[in-house]
């Protein structure tokens, strides 16, 4: 069984304290670079008062990625369920034709 972590991430000059998982160490470091990377990127290109705006906009970019994504996925797995079910309903017609 893997046991917790406590691990110090920094965002926007702020440390935080996360327990984890330890595999999952690589993510958190990651995401919090991502998250680092593009408020610099923000900060160069608009104007804002403090980090929160800066903040705020990551976060708004990064959960309009991710319901896309979930949009997808779903669109996906619907369309695949559709897709087997016509494939059954293809195999039981063929079944039927050919008798």
């Known amino acids: 069984m893997e046991e917790d972590v406590r691990i110090e991430i920094d965002i926007a000059g702020r440390k935080y304290k996360v327990n984890i998982k330890d595999h999952d160490k690589g993510i958190f470091d990651k995401a919090s670079e991502i998250v680092n990377e ?54 039981y017609l063929t079944e039927i034709l050919n008798k």
Not at 57 to 75: E, R
């Open 38 to 91: 593009t408020l610099k990127k923000y900060a160069s290109m608009y104007s804002y008062k403090d980090n929160q705006d800066l903040l705020a906009m990551v976060l708004l970019q990064y959960m309009t990625s991710y319901i896309k994504i979930q949009q997808n996925n779903n669109t996906e797995s619907r369309d695949k369920r559709i897709e087997n079910r016509l494939t059954e309903l293809d195999k």
